[in-house]
DNA sequence: CTTGTTTTGTAACACTTGTTATTTTAATAT
DNA sequence: ATATTAAAATAACAAGTGTTACAAAACAAG
């Protein structure tokens, strides 16, 4: 009684999702997703309110993008903060366009930390087991360590930071040391 | 026995970089900045090749706006890189969408280095304060201390980063220190 | 197969963009 | 004062945007 829906909501998103990581959100037009999506921009209206809402998914997309890049992100270090700190730079050297929407967007959405913290608490985690390797002041530590993360990260992003992942590890061990002291 | 200009190239160059300053490159386009300078496209196009040259310029005074900010800003510190990462920092702060377009652009264009170091060699300077105090790796304490400005600058630049000047210069001293041991 | 309903495609609207052709305006040399 | 001529304004074009009206097509149920 009625035609089978060939274009899914999921669909869209995926495609939307895609232009996004490769190309960035500039790209992301009703007429370029429905191209790249082989179809009329009706699916995409039909599926979401308008442009704003489909970018509204693609962000929430990304947040659960990075999360689970980052609890796939072996976790070889012990001092804290420092597997935060690897995945994170990580994470802005390889997905560009992901990094620059969640964590230097134009417009507010989430805070840093809001996204960082995530669904397993990451942050929470890494300033526990700074707790129990005797550091005093962790919130203080943290800042230090995550300003300077998000620094080496945004380098990143831009191309202005090219150390290789064990130069960073060596780094992060030698500043984390410097702060803990 | 012809008109006289009345809307100069340097008028137009005022207007459009008034308007970066305040609202990001974004909303430069030619009947905005026209609107703003009280004519029409045409003497846009007389003096720019294109908007892109326009932008080009709008660019090349940010670069300057910086130097001329970074000059003026009060040198308290004696702590090497401190007065360049207070300045920069607040830079960061007050003049969020230059900072953008100089320091996280889009598409790169000049390196966070080259327009950090501008006329008068900011940086040169500051590694032969550290040299002077006693730093064995002047290069790598900067490469550190740069890494750990940025990122509070960019932390800064999207609302994320609220201490104050006084907070950041202690900050700042005790990160240096850090480094520095 | 026909009918009914929904999805999809086509086409259009209204708007904004860069850029340019054309007209109008105003200053100056005579 | 008037003619000349560059500057500025007006208006248009082509392209691209979000969005919607409408027509075509496909599928499920009878």
């Known amino acids: 009684m009625a035609r089978k829906e060939s274009i899914t ?13 490769e190309e960035g959100l500039q790209n992301i037009t009703a007429r370029h997703v429905a191209e790249r999506a082989n179809c009329s921009t009706q699916p995409i209206f039909r599926s979401f309110q308008n442009m704003d809402d489909l970018i509204e998914g693609v962000y929430e997309k990304a947040v659960a993008f990075f999360q ?18 690897m995945a994170y730079i990580a994470f ?22 809001e996204i960082l913290n995530g669904d397993s608490e ?3 985690t890494e300033i ?23 620094g ?5 992003m831009t191309g202005d930071y090219d150390l290789s992942a064990i130069e960073t ?13």
Chains 1, 2 share one sequence.
């Open 68 to 85: 689970e890049y980052y609890d796939a992100y072996p976790k070889l270090e012990k001092a804290p903060f420092c597997n935060l700190g």
């Open 9 to 21: 909501k999921q669909m869209i998103l995926d495609v939307a999702f895609r232009m996004a990581r």
């Open 128 to 150: 526990q087991s700074a707790i129990e390797m005797g550091c005093e002041d962790p919130g203080a530590l943290f800042m230090k360590i995550w300003i300077f993360i998000h």
């Open 92 to 113: 802005a050297r390889e997905e560009r366009e992901l990094f620059r929407m969640l964590f230097v967007p134009e417009k507010q959405r989430k805070s840093l930390y």
């Open 122 to 124: 990451n942050v929470k």
């Open 169 to 181: 590890r060596a780094m992060l061990e030698s500043v984390c040391g410097s702060f803990l002291k």
């Open 152 to 156: 080496a990260a945004c380098m990143s």
